[in-house]
């Protein structure tokens, strides 16, 4: 129990609403520093991407902004995705959870409209679940 590998999914997913903060031990265990990660959408740009995408971008979804976490859509760990404004876009915390377990590809389409990508590169039209 709370041992052994944990599946790419729940890495993922607890790597997307993470921080991670690099911490440099020195002799005797002593701090010689501490780095600082902007993970996090908070403050101005959570609020700046409440107020563009309004509600779940989730295709059929219309959960409110309540129910959202903000989804990077270049994976910040993985693909050293920034969190900025642009690269976010508000998901609901079920769809979120989603789009980590079924490797999900969020991206902008030509008229930047958010696409929803599935493994097999078919684009998602309607609600799935």
Same mark, same amino acid.
């Given at each position: 129990m709370g041992?052994? $590998?944990?599946?790419?999914? !729940?890495?993922a997913r607890l790597a997307c609403?993470?921080?991670?903060?690099?911490v440099v031990f020195g002799a005797d265990s002593v701090v010689l520093n501490v780095g600082r990660a902007e993970r996090t959408y908070t403050g101005a740009k959570r609020r700046a991407i409440v107020a563009r995408d309004l509600q779940c971008?989730?295709?059929?979804c219309s959960a409110? $902004?309540?129910?959202?976490? !903000?989804?990077?859509?270049?994976?910040w760990l993985r693909d050293q995705g920034q969190t900025n404004?642009?690269?976010?876009?508000?998901?609901?915390?079920y769809h979120h959870g989603l789009i980590h377990d079924r490797g999900i590809e969020v991206r902008r389409g030509p008229s930047g409209a958010w696409r929803f990508v599935d493994r097999r590169g078919r684009e998602l039209a309607g609600p799935i679940g």
């Open positions: 041992t052994g $590998p944990i599946p790419d999914s !729940v890495l609403d993470s921080q991670i903060t690099r971008r989730f295709p059929g409110p $902004p309540a129910m959202g976490e !903000v989804h990077h859509i270049d994976h404004v642009h690269t976010g876009v508000l998901i609901c915390w």
